[in-house]
């Protein structure tokens, strides 16, 4: 447990032991985002197992305590996990071997209460992260480098804070991913109730000097909200929809966007059930609807299985079928192999008493498409001045399953 | 001479071993102490590294202060970070070894590195300790001045923490002025932001007391420094902008052209990537449209799409707290949304709340163009897998049918619920029909064919047991079998337990007998019988009501029970739309999120947030009784307007904080919940009963030395019937007394002199007003007598004098009594 007090005022520890009795206790029903208690309004997040919380007395206005510490744990992750390899999430142990640089970083993000910088790029020259390099240089110097940037960050000063005035770059590159969500829910009857995107264009620059980009979009019409990185430039997107900005050094989300009303999904799953006499028929069939032109990959078909179901025997001609703990039936499939369609059959057989089942389980699907962004929306091209040389431009598309749900 | 590597005993430094472990630790940073050899900074570090995990884990190493201080005399900037660390946790505890500490971070607040001059001022900011204080001015000061902005921001900050360990020394030093000069001038939208976020708190806490310190507030508000800020504001770190904008949302513009200026410079503000900014501009943008209907309409127009991102997009914690928001946009202008009804729409994977609030919205938004894809999309919901959703859909369905014109197609929709045959659709389902057809009886032939095929032995539930009972009666006539099944119902009297469907029983049972009496006849004699033995109080009231009703006159008693009925037209709103503007007016606040106005569970901090969370740690959060002597003690701290008025509205205050306990609205429960705590220790528990009906009494009372006239040292009087009172008597004394110098100056807020008096048997029922004048109103009670005396008390602190008038049920005795309370008065502060 790691605690830090903004205030004069003294928070007790106690209040997370009765958070924590109160999250136990209610484990299985839904956590709200704003829990009140006795003494405190308290603003749980919690990211990899981890609970990060947040407490007030007074009245503010509740996204600042949320967003800061999503920010905070993005940053406490960006920190921990890049120094041990990659794909490495945060977890209780990473967090106890370095709470030294988790106590300096949340010094410098916050200050009596106040966020103060949030910047990953600027907390990282007064904070320096825990990398390889510095693991090294202990190791064989026995002389271990301070933690704490030599110098102040001048950025501080500077008219674009989120880059700081001498990155240290050796490559000359920007890749450019467009990263999208689909959301789509289906009727029993096959209607699509709703579709629409979420989108994300991750940037990662790694430019010398002060870069100009230029991003522009073939299709920028399809866009029904946006919302940007402080780096980008307003009046430019007005007036001809292009994205112009001074890129941050590293990773960063340069847009988050929104497509609504899109008429076709990729993959579509008809479930059927049939129940009589205390048993119930399952089956569901998987397949492309609109082909996308690339491979789908990774689908994994989920539903829950309700709680009236004592046992439940299920087969698929392609892929696994497992029955997690919670009730949860997971169909792996992978890919849809060319020549047949995976299909799912079964007998659910109901508590006794029952004859019918009365509840439908709701089909959710996970998939991955590489390669292709399901709204449409492509990118033009990529201008980039103020560079002595060339640098290398990458760009991806990707598109994944978020809210898919067939209802049955 | 080389320092010994430690071994620590434990294998890991975040599992130490207590006590041992502290001692442990002691001894080898002394060893370390003088050490200059090489190596013994990272000896050091590996040592403080383990202090601060036992710190971390809560092991109690204060024990090690003075080590610890010793071993800070270093050049290395992480060593430096950790002892700041760990002086600044255990400072409050040890003020006088923390004057050790003193010393090196003055030294350090000179330090050539601006990051060790920032850090240093953080950390000597942060010691709060009040005889320190003085040791503070001088480097804030040259801290304000520094060069680097990063100390400014630091020393901006510091600022506001001396202001809270003593303000009168933030003052005396000139800082406000210094912040304000800061705030104006700096090139750093950082230092700006942090001077801005200073100079708010201390001059609203100031604000209070000083009609300066409101005065400054106002130039905060005006044109020219929210001019400055807007103008500065893509400069500003995406916190600092939420707090310029929450200054902004305040600043009331002149004209129309200042509102489109100030909309247009914000309108980009709407597309940042960190949603407080986002909700911070809607903020703005609703306030500034109030008075321009059209405008206002546009503005809706124009966040819709901004606020629908948010919620789609962001981490689940966000995206309750954005649909909250959505949630009172759509409750106050559903036409508006009518057309988005998709959004709201449930995914399988949202958490219950979510779904709730979104079954909320999409039953405001119905209208009659998207009626129909609603209803569709509800009524999938009725097979939810999620009961209490399941539930709440089928409400849904029900209000949007009480709403609608054209309500055919829901009503058969609804009906198909009742075939569905699972006995929670089925109970929800009756309980809206019934609704429905007091709305709109024309249904009733559809309706009641189909109620009466259902079984009443199949319903459960209370709500839909009383329902389908009172169709049974009403539409006796139309259903063949009703005076049978009533009749079966009554003949099962016992096993139904709830007092609600005996009430309805009873009734239908009435209506039935009317309609068609020989077949109820038997039916009736049964349930009345049953009614008046029965031991609610309730039920057996209105079995013998009816009983002798029918006695008296069976033709009046048919038009008591059966009445010709008017429709309703219209439901009663839960929230009334008072409260509704009230929480709109706070939007982007946690009251959206509670769906209440923010006095009703924050005022109790809002008036004390710092002497009450001193007494915090000592508290076990399990038990409420650190709330309730606060809370009892600020009930009576009402407005001075409001002195006198019924309370029974502001008793709510502390209520919804009250988890857990059983101290929710009604007035004595607040003493009823503190009682029981005393009880278990002082008190015996006869005693707390009798408090139950009292007004708080904060302390055991002392009783005061034996005078003529001796009082009630737990007197009881209600607000209202002291109210009356104080109008029906006439004032029989009148006098002007003078406080004693400590007692004006413990008088810094109304709660000491009521403690005091209540030593003095003598209670306070209501206080208010601001320094220097406070207003109380007293009473007490003769020992042995019912005779109250009723005392209107105003203390003006400036001039120590107190005008005291008397009223008295037993006017011989207000003398006594006046002396009694002077002498009291004049005690104040001494003892």
Redesign the interface.
Same mark, same amino acid.
């Given at each position: 447990m790691v605690e830090k007090q903004m205030m004069g005022h003294h928070v007790d520890r106690s209040i997370c032991a009765w958070f924590w009795h109160q999250y136990n206790h209610h484990r299985n029903n839904d956590q709200m985002s704003v829990v009140t208690s006795p003494t405190h309004y308290l603003f749980p997040l919690i990211r990899h197992g981890i609970i990060f919380l947040a407490c007030t007395q007074l009245e503010l206005p509740p996204l600042l305590p949320i967003e800061f510490l999503s920010r905070f744990a993005d940053i406490l992750s960006d920190y921990l996990c890049a120094g041990s390899g990659a794909g490495a999430t945060l977890n209780e142990d990473i967090v106890k071997d370095n709470f030294v640089i988790v106590y300096e970083v949340l010094d410098e993000m916050m200050d009596n209460g106040f966020p103060l910088t949030t910047e990953p790029n600027l907390l990282k020259d007064i904070v320096l992260p825990p990398n390889l390099v510095t693991k090294v240089l202990h190791a064989v110097t026995g002389n271990s480098s301070p933690s704490v940037g030599p110098t102040l960050p001048h950025a501080a000063a500077s008219t674009v804070p989120w880059r700081s005035t001498h990155p240290k770059t050796t490559t000359n590159e920007v890749y450019v991913n467009l990263v999208e969500q689909l959301d789509a829910s289906v009727n029993w009857d096959g209607n699509l109730r709703r579709c629409q995107v979420y989108g994300e264009i991750q940037v990662n620059s790694s430019l010398p000097g002060f870069p100009d980009l230029t991003l522009s979009f073939t299709n920028p019409s399809l866009l029904n909200d946006v919302r940007f990185h402080p780096c980008v430039r307003f009046r430019p997107w007005e007036s001809s929809q292009v994205l112009s900005f001074v890129p941050p050094d590293g990773h960063f989300k340069l847009m988050t966007y929104r497509v609504k009303e899109l008429k076709k999904i990729p993959i579509y799953v008809k479930p059927q059930l049939t129940s009589d006499s205390g048993n119930c028929r399952i089956s569901a069939l998987v397949g492309v609807r609109n082909d996308p032109g690339k491979t789908i990959d990774s689908i994994i078909v989920e539903f829950q299985l309700p709680p009236c179901i004592t046992s439940a025997d299920l087969t698929s001609n392609h892929g696994t079928v497992d029955i997690l703990a919670d009730k949860t039936c997971r169909w792996s499939i992978g890919q849809i192999p060319k020549d047949k369609l995976p299909s799912l059959s079964g007998n659910l057989v109901l508590e006794p008493g029952l004859d019918r089942l009365h509840v439908a389980p709701t089909f959710q699907v996970r998939f991955k498409i590489m390669g292709i962004a399901m709204s449409g929306l492509q990118i033009d091209k990529l201008d980039v001045k103020n560079m002595p040389a060339n640098p290398y431009k990458g760009f991806r598309a990707q598109t994944q399953a978020g809210d898919y749900e067939f209802r049955s | 001479m080389a320092p010994p590597v430690s071994t620590p005993k434990s294998a890991s430094p975040?599992q130490p071993s207590g006590k041992s472990e502290v001692t442990d630790l002691k001894l080898q940073l002394r060893q370390l102490a003088g050490s200059r050899a090489p190596?013994a900074d990272?000896a050091k570090?590996d040592l403080f590294?383990r202090v601060? @995990?036992c710190m971390? =884990?809560?092991i109690d190493v204060s024990p090690a202060f003075s080590e610890m201080v010793m071993c800070s005399a270093t050049s290395?900037?992480?060593l430096k970070?950790?002892c700041y660390?760990y002086v600044g946790n255990y400072a409050?505890c040890n003020p006088d070894l923390a004057l050790l500490t003193i010393n090196f971070l003055q030294k350090d607040c000179h330090d050539q590195?601006?990051?060790i001059r920032g850090l240093a001022l953080?950390s000597l900011c942060s010691l709060?300790v009040q005889n320190l204080v003085e040791y503070l001015v001088a480097p804030l000061a040259a801290g304000l001045k520094d060069h680097? @902005?990063?100390v400014r921001?630091?020393a901006a900050?510091g600022v506001?923490?001396l202001y809270?360990?003593s303000a009168t020394m933030c003052h005396d030093s000139d800082f406000p002025a210094a912040l304000k000069a800061l705030m104006l001038s700096d090139?750093?939208? $950082?230092v700006v932001a942090?001077c801005l976020?200073s100079l708010l708190e201390i001059w609203t806490q100031d604000a209070a007391n000083s009609d300066e310190a409101a005065r400054e507030i106002e130039t905060l508000y005006g044109k020219s420094i929210i001019y400055y800020l807007l103008n500065r504001i893509?400069?500003f770190?995406?916190?600092a902008q939420?707090?310029v904008l929450?200054l902004v949302s305040k600043y009331i513009p002149s004209d129309n052209n200042e509102i489109f200026d100030m909309m247009n410079l914000l309108e980009?503000r709407l $597309?940042?990537?960190?949603?407080?900014v =986002?909700?911070?501009t809607i903020k703005v943008f609703l306030h500034l449209t109030m008075s321009m209907t059209d405008v206002h309409q546009q503005v809706y127009e124009r966040i819709k799409?901004?606020l629908?991102?948010l919620v789609?997009?962001g @981490?689940?914690? $966000?995206s309750?707290?954005?649909l909250?928001h959505l949630h009172l946009l759509v409750m106050r202008a559903p036409m508006l949304f009518s057309s988005d009804y998709?959004?709201f *729409?449930c $995914? /399988?994977?949202d958490? @219950?709340?979510v779904k709730k609030l979104k079954l909320e919205m999409l039953t405001a938004i119905a209208n009659e163009s998207n009626t129909y894809e609603i209803v569709t999309?509800l009524c %999938?919901y009725a097979?939810?897998?999620d009961v209490p959703i399941a539930r709440e859909s089928i409400r849904a369905v029900g209000k949007i049918a009480l709403q609608q014109y054209d309500v055919n197609a829901i009503v058969d929709r609804l009906l198909q619920f009742l075939e569905? %045959?699972?006995d929670y659709v089925t109970a929800e389902t009756l309980v809206l029909v019934k609704d429905l057809l007091r709305k709109y009886p024309q249904w009733s032939h559809d309706c009641i064919a189909v109620v009466g095929n259902i079984s009443s032995n199949s319903i459960q539930e209370p709500k839909a047991k009383a329902a389908l009972i009172w169709m049974l009666g009403e539409y006796s006539q139309d259903m063949m079998d009703a005076p049978y099944v009533l009749e079966s119902l009554v003949e099962n009297w016992e096993e139904e337990h709830s007092p609600e469907v005996r009430l309805h029983l009873l009734t239908a049972v009435m209506r039935c007998f009317f309609k068609r009496a020989p077949e109820t006849q038997k039916a009736l004699g049964a349930a009345l019988a049953a009614g008046l033995a029965d031991n609610n109080q309730d039920v057996h009231d209105r079995a013998l009501f009816y009983y002798r009703l029918l006695q008296y006159d069976v033709a009046v008693a048919e038009r008591v029970v059966n009445p010709p009925k008017q429709a309703v037209s219209v439901f009663a709103d839960t929230q009334s739309s008072e409260i509704k503007d009230r929480i709109f007016d %706070?939007f982007?606040?946690?009251? =959206? =999120? *509670?769906q209440k106005p923010?006095y009703l /569970?924050?005022d109790k %901090?809002?008036r004390g947030?710092?002497e009450f969370?001193?007494n915090?740690?000592n508290?076990?959060?399990?038990g409420?009784s650190?709330?309730d002597v606060i809370h009892s003690a600020q009930r009576y701290e009402e407005n001075d307007k409001d002195l006198l008025l019924s309370t029974s509205d502001k008793e709510e205050n502390g209520g919804?904080?009250?988890?857990?306990s059983s101290t929710y609205s009604a007035p004595s429960d607040v003493n009823s919940s503190r009682s029981l705590v005393s009880s278990s220790t002082t008190q015996p528990a006869a005693f707390a009963i009798d408090d139950l009906l009292g007004l708080g009494v904060l302390d055991t009372p002392v009783l005061p030395p034996p005078p003529a006239l001796s009082l009630n040292a737990k007197p009881v009087l209600d607000p209202g019937t002291f109210q009356k009172k104080w109008g029906q008597l006439t004032v029989s004394s009148s006098q002007e007394s003078t406080l004693s110098i400590q007692g004006v100056a413990s008088l810094t807020a109304p709660q000491s002199l009521i403690k005091h008096m209540q030593n003095n048997s003598i209670q306070c029922i209501a206080s208010g007003g601001q320094p220097p004048n406070y207003k109380f109103f007293f009473f007490a009670q003769k020992e042995g007598s019912s005779s109250f005396f009723l005392v209107e008390c105003i203390v003006n602190t400036a001039s120590a004098k107190a005008q005291i008038k008397i009223k008295a049920d037993d006017a011989s005795a207000s003398d006594a009594f006046a002396s009694l309370f002077q002498s009291a008065l004049s005690n104040f502060g001494s003892s």
């Amino acid at each position: 447990m790691v605690e830090k007090q903004m205030m004069g005022h003294h928070v007790d520890r106690s209040i997370c032991a009765w958070f924590w009795h109160q999250y136990n206790h209610h484990r299985n029903n839904d956590q709200m985002s704003v829990v009140t208690s006795p003494t405190h309004y308290l603003f749980p997040l919690i990211r990899h197992g981890i609970i990060f919380l947040a407490c007030t007395q007074l009245e503010l206005p509740p996204l600042l305590p949320i967003e800061f510490l999503s920010r905070f744990a993005d940053i406490l992750s960006d920190y921990l996990c890049a120094g041990s390899g990659a794909g490495a999430t945060l977890n209780e142990d990473i967090v106890k071997d370095n709470f030294v640089i988790v106590y300096e970083v949340l010094d410098e993000m916050m200050d009596n209460g106040f966020p103060l910088t949030t910047e990953p790029n600027l907390l990282k020259d007064i904070v320096l992260p825990p990398n390889l390099v510095t693991k090294v240089l202990h190791a064989v110097t026995g002389n271990s480098s301070p933690s704490v940037g030599p110098t102040l960050p001048h950025a501080a000063a500077s008219t674009v804070p989120w880059r700081s005035t001498h990155p240290k770059t050796t490559t000359n590159e920007v890749y450019v991913n467009l990263v999208e969500q689909l959301d789509a829910s289906v009727n029993w009857d096959g209607n699509l109730r709703r579709c629409q995107v979420y989108g994300e264009i991750q940037v990662n620059s790694s430019l010398p000097g002060f870069p100009d980009l230029t991003l522009s979009f073939t299709n920028p019409s399809l866009l029904n909200d946006v919302r940007f990185h402080p780096c980008v430039r307003f009046r430019p997107w007005e007036s001809s929809q292009v994205l112009s900005f001074v890129p941050p050094d590293g990773h960063f989300k340069l847009m988050t966007y929104r497509v609504k009303e899109l008429k076709k999904i990729p993959i579509y799953v008809k479930p059927q059930l049939t129940s009589d006499s205390g048993n119930c028929r399952i089956s569901a069939l998987v397949g492309v609807r609109n082909d996308p032109g690339k491979t789908i990959d990774s689908i994994i078909v989920e539903f829950q299985l309700p709680p009236c179901i004592t046992s439940a025997d299920l087969t698929s001609n392609h892929g696994t079928v497992d029955i997690l703990a919670d009730k949860t039936c997971r169909w792996s499939i992978g890919q849809i192999p060319k020549d047949k369609l995976p299909s799912l059959s079964g007998n659910l057989v109901l508590e006794p008493g029952l004859d019918r089942l009365h509840v439908a389980p709701t089909f959710q699907v996970r998939f991955k498409i590489m390669g292709i962004a399901m709204s449409g929306l492509q990118i033009d091209k990529l201008d980039v001045k103020n560079m002595p040389a060339n640098p290398y431009k990458g760009f991806r598309a990707q598109t994944q399953a978020g809210d898919y749900e067939f209802r049955s | 001479m080389a320092p010994p590597v430690s071994t620590p005993k434990s294998a890991s430094p975040s599992q130490p071993s207590g006590k041992s472990e502290v001692t442990d630790l002691k001894l080898q940073l002394r060893q370390l102490a003088g050490s200059r050899a090489p190596g013994a900074d990272d000896a050091k570090r590996d040592l403080f590294k383990r202090v601060i @995990s036992c710190m971390t =884990v809560g092991i109690d190493v204060s024990p090690a202060f003075s080590e610890m201080v010793m071993c800070s005399a270093t050049s290395d900037v992480v060593l430096k970070k950790m002892c700041y660390l760990y002086v600044g946790n255990y400072a409050r505890c040890n003020p006088d070894l923390a004057l050790l500490t003193i010393n090196f971070l003055q030294k350090d607040c000179h330090d050539q590195d601006p990051t060790i001059r920032g850090l240093a001022l953080r950390s000597l900011c942060s010691l709060r300790v009040q005889n320190l204080v003085e040791y503070l001015v001088a480097p804030l000061a040259a801290g304000l001045k520094d060069h680097s @902005s990063y100390v400014r921001t630091v020393a901006a900050i510091g600022v506001l923490k001396l202001y809270h360990i003593s303000a009168t020394m933030c003052h005396d030093s000139d800082f406000p002025a210094a912040l304000k000069a800061l705030m104006l001038s700096d090139p750093d939208a $950082q230092v700006v932001a942090n001077c801005l976020y200073s100079l708010l708190e201390i001059w609203t806490q100031d604000a209070a007391n000083s009609d300066e310190a409101a005065r400054e507030i106002e130039t905060l508000y005006g044109k020219s420094i929210i001019y400055y800020l807007l103008n500065r504001i893509k400069d500003f770190s995406e916190w600092a902008q939420c707090l310029v904008l929450d200054l902004v949302s305040k600043y009331i513009p002149s004209d129309n052209n200042e509102i489109f200026d100030m909309m247009n410079l914000l309108e980009d503000r709407l $597309q940042h990537a960190n949603g407080a900014v =986002v909700l911070a501009t809607i903020k703005v943008f609703l306030h500034l449209t109030m008075s321009m209907t059209d405008v206002h309409q546009q503005v809706y127009e124009r966040i819709k799409a901004p606020l629908l991102t948010l919620v789609g997009a962001g @981490s689940p914690e $966000q995206s309750y707290a954005v649909l909250c928001h959505l949630h009172l946009l759509v409750m106050r202008a559903p036409m508006l949304f009518s057309s988005d009804y998709k959004h709201f *729409y449930c $995914q /399988f994977s949202d958490p @219950s709340y979510v779904k709730k609030l979104k079954l909320e919205m999409l039953t405001a938004i119905a209208n009659e163009s998207n009626t129909y894809e609603i209803v569709t999309e509800l009524c %999938e919901y009725a097979g939810n897998v999620d009961v209490p959703i399941a539930r709440e859909s089928i409400r849904a369905v029900g209000k949007i049918a009480l709403q609608q014109y054209d309500v055919n197609a829901i009503v058969d929709r609804l009906l198909q619920f009742l075939e569905m %045959e699972k006995d929670y659709v089925t109970a929800e389902t009756l309980v809206l029909v019934k609704d429905l057809l007091r709305k709109y009886p024309q249904w009733s032939h559809d309706c009641i064919a189909v109620v009466g095929n259902i079984s009443s032995n199949s319903i459960q539930e209370p709500k839909a047991k009383a329902a389908l009972i009172w169709m049974l009666g009403e539409y006796s006539q139309d259903m063949m079998d009703a005076p049978y099944v009533l009749e079966s119902l009554v003949e099962n009297w016992e096993e139904e337990h709830s007092p609600e469907v005996r009430l309805h029983l009873l009734t239908a049972v009435m209506r039935c007998f009317f309609k068609r009496a020989p077949e109820t006849q038997k039916a009736l004699g049964a349930a009345l019988a049953a009614g008046l033995a029965d031991n609610n109080q309730d039920v057996h009231d209105r079995a013998l009501f009816y009983y002798r009703l029918l006695q008296y006159d069976v033709a009046v008693a048919e038009r008591v029970v059966n009445p010709p009925k008017q429709a309703v037209s219209v439901f009663a709103d839960t929230q009334s739309s008072e409260i509704k503007d009230r929480i709109f007016d %706070e939007f982007n606040s946690l009251s =959206v =999120v *509670y769906q209440k106005p923010s006095y009703l /569970f924050t005022d109790k %901090e809002h008036r004390g947030p710092f002497e009450f969370s001193e007494n915090l740690s000592n508290l076990a959060i399990g038990g409420d009784s650190g709330d309730d002597v606060i809370h009892s003690a600020q009930r009576y701290e009402e407005n001075d307007k409001d002195l006198l008025l019924s309370t029974s509205d502001k008793e709510e205050n502390g209520g919804p904080t009250h988890n857990g306990s059983s101290t929710y609205s009604a007035p004595s429960d607040v003493n009823s919940s503190r009682s029981l705590v005393s009880s278990s220790t002082t008190q015996p528990a006869a005693f707390a009963i009798d408090d139950l009906l009292g007004l708080g009494v904060l302390d055991t009372p002392v009783l005061p030395p034996p005078p003529a006239l001796s009082l009630n040292a737990k007197p009881v009087l209600d607000p209202g019937t002291f109210q009356k009172k104080w109008g029906q008597l006439t004032v029989s004394s009148s006098q002007e007394s003078t406080l004693s110098i400590q007692g004006v100056a413990s008088l810094t807020a109304p709660q000491s002199l009521i403690k005091h008096m209540q030593n003095n048997s003598i209670q306070c029922i209501a206080s208010g007003g601001q320094p220097p004048n406070y207003k109380f109103f007293f009473f007490a009670q003769k020992e042995g007598s019912s005779s109250f005396f009723l005392v209107e008390c105003i203390v003006n602190t400036a001039s120590a004098k107190a005008q005291i008038k008397i009223k008295a049920d037993d006017a011989s005795a207000s003398d006594a009594f006046a002396s009694l309370f002077q002498s009291a008065l004049s005690n104040f502060g001494s003892s």
